[in-house]
């Protein structure tokens, strides 16, 4: 159990379009999902915090603009990447909890490609 | 900031060896600390917690406070232990910058 589905696994866009990634979790209820950035040869840093039904919390250095986030429902949390520009390929992951005594799950992955 | 520093980027050993990954943390107050596996074409995934003080597959790590550490350790290393570890500080749920990773690659 505790599936994290995430798509999709990789887009290429346009220069200015904007791309939206889904996280979802298949068979358990997820009260916060969370949204990371991975570049090359680098590791996962922490981009924001999804709780359902509320405004997410963006880290440090993060604009929330530019990364839009939705928790509409328990099992699905959206990162959308607006005006997207070259420098923001890279590799999107996210992650689920049940609630802060539950583990982290995580989804696959979407690779992003700006052109 | 809370930062984890993984120094080794590929270790490699033999089966049967032991294996200890390491991760050094700077940052104060107490921390909360977690390391994650990834195997090959598999998505990252859980591996311990400091809290727990649990060994899970054989791995064990122990916060030390004083080296400022949480080495991954094992006594005896698998064929199938072969995959990309991360170390990562969590604030409560949230798991922050993780470290760089470590490639275990066990031979037979």
């Known amino acids: 159990g505790a599936v994290v589905s995430q798509h999709p696994s990789w887009v290429i866009c346009k220069s200015g379009t904007s791309v939206k990634i889904e996280c979802r979790s298949l068979?358990?209820?997820?009260?916060?999902m969370f949204w990371y950035r991975q570049f090359p040869k680098q590791s996962l840093m922490l981009m924001a915090t999804?709780?359902?039904?509320?405004?997410?919390?963006?880290e440090q250095g993060v604009e929330k603009d530019k990364f839009l986030i939705n928790h509409a429902s328990l099992t699905l949390s959206t990162l959308t990447v607006t005006s997207a520009h070259p420098e923001d390929s890279s590799f999107y992951i996210c992650?689920?909890?049940?609630?802060?005594?539950?583990?982290?799950?995580f989804g696959n992955g979407t690779r992003l490609t700006v052109t | 900031a809370q930062r984890v520093t993984q120094p080794e980027k590929l270790l490699s050993v033999f089966k049967g060896a032991p294996v200890e990954l390491k991760c050094n943390y700077s940052?104060?107050?107490?921390?909360?600390l977690f390391w994650y596996v990834q195997y090959s074409r598999q998505r990252l995934q859980l591996l311990l917690r400091?809290?727990s003080r649990e060994s899970i597959k054989g791995f064990t790590a122990d916060l030390n406070k004083g080296e400022t550490s949480f080495h991954l350790k094992k006594p005896f290393a698998q064929e199938e232990d072969s995959a990309m570890y991360y170390c990562?500080?969590?604030?409560?749920?949230?798991?922050?910058?993780f470290g760089s990773g470590t490639r275990l690659q066990v031979q037979p």
């Open positions: 940052y104060s107050g107490s921390p909360e």
């Open positions: 068979d358990f209820q997820a009260t916060t």
């Open positions: 999804s709780n359902e039904g509320s405004k997410a919390t963006y």
């Open positions: 990562a500080p969590h604030r409560g749920r949230r798991a922050l910058t």
């Open positions: 400091h809290i």
């Open positions: 992650s689920a909890t049940r609630d802060s005594n539950s583990p982290l799950h």
